[in-house]
């Protein structure tokens, strides 16, 4: 059975590491948010849309227009030509230009004159690229915006660059609101999916087994597709709590139900006369009637760390004298339980305020199963009892074979056993290394178990309140 809040994610972001890349941090940015990669979506289909109905549009235009004004606009250049006179008149060119925005160059044998000197003459206006517009008509030795006088003087008329000096203007302006509509276009976006957030810490709350908030759904009494997904989800949790409390609750029912008749099968056998013939079938049975019942104590506490309800019944207890007790205690199991190599932290540890039967419990877990799996030709287990930064580390460390790699993050489970044959040899159910998770939880501290080469090393990281 899997144990809720046991499972551990990894994040293969880089985007919150100082270390990382700046274009590591932004491709993962990019390729982890569904935000971002929506709104360049939007941006990419923009600049995408617009840039083809300008290019259509201007196609068009160009198709459509040049035909159509090409005579208006030769009939104007030719009254130009006429208003400037032959020869060119200097005066009557400048007042053109003065007139209008465009330039104008004068050359022949007698003038020699441009409008605006200062400035170079456009690559628009160059020969060879009037030559490739088609608005020019070289078949009959005739430009649009290029006249020749009766004395052989020869006109250029050109746009005034000074008309388009307000583009750049135009062109910020543009970039601008593209950005502000982006930026709209991103809020909208963020908005719409914000219920997504709610999803994930709403199914991550699940998963820590916490039911009692549901994820909010937005638009309740008409939700769109994320709001039915919240709904779902909410409903998958609410069918999960109950599967969860039928189950609890039936092994708090079975367990309460098995003591009765294990307390009297217990009393009848220690009844039994000890007689040499029945002395070995009655300590085998006492023997067994003893695991039944620290498995069905082992089960009703569990479900009661398990339970929203915890309850600790906390005192200042000091940890090393507890440690030696339960050391004691372990010895009629296990006959080397007195080899246990125990190591307190140099220095009085300070009272700590723990539940103590609880603490016991754990102690007590940890020692049973280094000294069920230790190898009896290695060095005994040790157990180390230390305050760190106000946390006090008990760690329990065997000289066995350790554990496979990919059992350790499932070890700590309840009734999960990386042994699937379950022989007496090697230990109960599979419920001491999740008790001393619950009860390390429980303080509001956490479990740890590592291979220790050889060996396993479990640590139970406990604060320390005075």
């Known amino acids: 059975m899997r144990a809720w809040g046991a499972a551990r994610f990894h994040d293969p972001q880089c985007k919150h590491d100082p270390d990382c890349p700046w274009h590591r941090r932004a491709r993962d940015a990019v390729g982890y948010s569904l935000h971002l990669r929506l709104v360049l979506v939007f941006m990419a289909l923009a600049v995408t849309v617009a840039i083809v109905f300008m290019a259509g549009m201007q196609k068009v235009v160009a198709l459509g227009w040049k035909e159509a004004a090409r005579p208006l606009l030769m009939d104007y250049v030719d009254r130009l030509t006429a208003e400037i006179g032959s020869p060119p008149s200097i005066e009557r060119a400048q007042a053109i230009a003065d007139r209008l925005p465009v330039t104008l160059r004068i050359d022949g044998p007698q003038v020699q004159w441009d409008s605006h000197p200062d400035r170079p003459r456009p690559d628009w206006m160059s020969d060879k690229v009037q030559r490739q517009d088609h608005w020019s008509r070289e078949d009959t030795g005739y430009r649009l915006l290029h006249r020749t006088t009766a004395d052989g003087h020869h006109i250029e008329f050109g746009l005034n660059a000074l008309s388009w000096d307000k583009r750049p203007r135009i062109a910020w302006g543009t970039l601008t609101v593209l950005l502000l509509l982006t930026a709209l276009a991103y809020v909208y976006v963020r908005h719409l999916l914000r219920p997504l957030d709610d999803i994930r810490r709403g199914a991550q709350r699940f998963g820590r087994g916490e039911f009692g908030e549901v994820i909010p759904v937005r638009h309740a009494h008409r939700p769109d ?145 280094s000294l069920r799996h230790n190898d009896p030709a290695a060095a005994p287990p040790e157990m180390h009892v230390r305050l760190h930064d106000g946390v006090v580390e008990i760690e329990v460390r065997d000289y066995g074979p350790g554990v496979p790699p990919e059992h350790l993050p499932h070890l700590a489970q309840a009734f999960y056993r990386p042994d699937t044959a379950r022989q007496r040899a090697t230990g109960g159910v599979g419920l001491g290394l999740y008790l001393c998770r619950l009860v390390a939880q429980a303080h509001g501290g956490s479990l740890q178990v590592r291979n220790a080469d050889p060996g396993l090393a479990v640590t139970a990281r406990l604060p320390c309140a005075s």
């Open 225 to 369: 597709e994320l709001g039915q997904l919240a709904a779902t989800i909410n409903t998958m949790g609410e069918d999960i709590h109950q599967m969860l409390e039928a189950k609890r609750a039936l092994l708090l029912a079975m367990s309460h139900e098995l003591r009765s008749p294990l307390t009297r099968a217990r009393l009848n056998t220690e009844l039994l006369p000890e007689t040499a013939e029945v002395q070995a079938q009655r300590a085998a049975l006492l023997r067994d009637l003893g695991e039944m019942a620290r498995l069905i104590t082992d089960l009703l506490e569990s479900e009661r760390l398990a339970g929203r309800h915890a309850a600790l019944q906390r005192e200042p207890t000091d940890l090393a004298a507890l440690a030696r007790e339960v050391v004691t205690e372990l010895e009629p199991r296990h006959p080397g339980a007195q080899a246990v190599a125990l190591h307190v932290q140099s220095g009085s540890l300070p009272p700590c305020t723990v539940d103590r039967s609880r603490v016991r419990l754990l102690m007590r877990n940890l020692l049973d199963n």
